[in-house]
Structure formats: C-alpha cells, structure tokens
C-alpha cells in the first residue's frame, strides 16, 4: 500500500464510526488505488475462518502487525516474538495461499512477502479467537 494512502485511513476512523462501514470504505479506497484486478475477487472469507485454529488467528493478527496490505515478514521474527511454531506459521501461509485470502512469496534470506486480497484483513483489524 502507498504510505500516502496511510493518513486518509487513519483520518477515516474519526469520521466514521461503524466498524463494518469503515472496514468496507477502507478496503473499498486500497483496493481503487492498487487498481489490481485480482482484488475483486470474491474470495470465501468465512470458508477460511472456519479453517483456521485459535493458534492460527494469533500468527496472523502477528503478521498484520507488519503488514497493514502488503509487505515483508520474517518467520524466525514473528516465531520468536510470539512463541508459536514454524509449522503453524506455515499451514497459516497455506491456508492463506488455498483460499485466495493472500499472495505469499518466499524471498528466502529477504523473508516471505505477503499481499492480503480480503478485505477482513487488509485494514489491519486483528480477528476474534474462536471460543
């Protein structure tokens, strides 16, 4: 996502105060601007949800916390910031791969590149752990 692009969705959580609304306006803005085609895929959010474990949440709210849309990630960082395994990480990125919620690239020692395509998860807002 382009850094100018930052401050009118920091901007947008001030002016509007539904957070469906203002995870749609934003997703809605990115996706304008990266003028991507294969963002308009609808992809099966709730599919992949139903998919993931609780410990898969917590490494992907982990990536969102680098990656607001697109970006690099280091495994070995994100493993030792929050304890959970390579292999979990890894069926995360698959998962993530399968259901065309992301594009992940390995760029070996440069890390792994992401680019979220869902709107859940373009706008950097943490999901819910299962109960």
Avoid: W
């Avoid at 898969?56 to 970006?71: D, P």
């Avoid at 890894?90 to 065309?100: D, G, Q, V, Y």
């Amino acid at each position: 996502m382009s850094e100018s692009l930052k401050p009118l969705l920091h901007e947008l959580e001030g002016v509007i105060s539904d957070d469906r609304e203002l995870l749609l306006v934003k997703s809605l803005i990115i996706k304008f601007f990266n003028h991507n085609e294969k963002d308009y895929i609808e992809v099966p959010f709730e599919d992949f949800y139903k998919k993931i474990t609780n410990k898969e949440i917590k490494a992907v709210n982990s990536i969102m916390k680098y990656v607001q849309n697109e970006g690099d990630i280091s495994l070995s960082t994100l493993i030792a910031e929050t304890g959970i395994s390579r292999p979990v990480f890894i069926s995360l990125l698959n998962k993530l791969k399968e259901h065309n919620i992301a594009e992940v690239t390995s760029r070996g020692a440069k890390g792994t590149h992401i680019k979220f395509l869902d709107s859940h998860l373009i706008c950097g807002r943490p999901l819910e752990e299962k109960i």
